[in-house]
């Protein structure tokens, strides 16, 4: 069976912390997270401009569009309003690179669950923030920044019931700390719900080199749960971990 190449300390609830190990893989990226509770207005107001001179969607390990919604954080949204009404009890949920976030947004509204925000881009969560912020009352939330290979050390382990995830497989590169970072945080019976494009042109990744990538590492099982026959074709996914 593959195997990550360092094991995670399945008890390291390090949450909130900015704390580096010396074993994780290094990126440049900050990284950390903060309660929406102590997210100022301001905060929100003027971290985009600085990513106003990129004239590309795209810019790798900087900015990695987060500040655009992309089409299947809307078939991910429409796919979770067709299933809300099987989730009874009260569910943990954390929307990895959220970006405007919309499919975390939508479950946030039922109060039966609490939603998490992941971003590259603290800027990215910080504006997402505030249309959280815009939409509840109480708003604990917890908002991470950061690059997924550092993220291990700070989103709590095995703490999420859903973990949702929409355009996030377009870069075959960081398939590697993706799944590792599902194996860290999902619970035992936890489901991952994936909306991605079947194929990405220019950068190679897409659903079916996912699913080949995650079959190798024995850790978890897919199912397609939607298919979007549009002219790129969608697809959703629902992932568990494989039966021991
Ligand atoms: C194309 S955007 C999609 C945004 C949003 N989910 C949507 O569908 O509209 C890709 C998102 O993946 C996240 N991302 C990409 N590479 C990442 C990495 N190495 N570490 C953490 N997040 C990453 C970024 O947060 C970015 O917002």
């Excluded at 669950?113 to 997402?128: C, K």
């Excluded at 790129?232 to 494989?242: C, D, F, P, Y």
């Amino acid at each position: 069976m593959f195997k990550f190449n360092f094991d995670i300390d399945e008890n390291s609830k390090r949450e909130c912390s900015n704390e580096k190990q010396d074993d994780i893989n290094v990126s440049n990226q900050e990284f950390g997270c903060f309660y929406l509770n102590d997210l100022q207005n301001e905060d929100a107001e003027h971290g985009r401009n600085k990513f106003d001179s990129y004239t590309s969607d795209l810019v790798p390990n900087v900015y990695e569009g987060g500040f655009k919604t992309w089409e299947c954080s809307h078939d991910l949204v429409a796919y979770l309003s067709s299933i809300v009404s099987n989730f009874q009890e009260m569910t943990t949920v954390i929307e990895l690179g959220c970006g405007s976030g919309l499919p975390g947004l939508e479950l946030n509204k039922h109060r039966r669950f609490h939603v998490d925000f992941q971003d590259f881009n603290r800027e990215v969560v910080e504006q997402t923030g505030k249309q959280l912020k815009s939409e509840e009352e109480n708003y604990n939330n917890r908002m991470f920044f950061g690059d997924w290979g550092d993220l291990v050390n700070v989103i709590p382990s095995k703490h999420y019931d859903i973990i949702l995830t929409s355009e996030t497989i377009y870069n075959i590169g960081n398939y590697r700390k993706l799944v590792q970072l599902f194996d860290h945080c999902l619970k035992a019976q936890g489901v991952i719900y994936l909306a991605a494009k079947i194929y990405y042109f220019g950068v190679q990744g897409g659903v079916r080199q996912f699913e080949e990538f995650i079959n190798k590492t024995g850790l978890f099982n897919i199912r397609v749960v939607r298919v979007i026959d549009a002219n790129v074709k969608r697809e959703i996914l629902a992932i568990k971990r494989s039966a021991c």
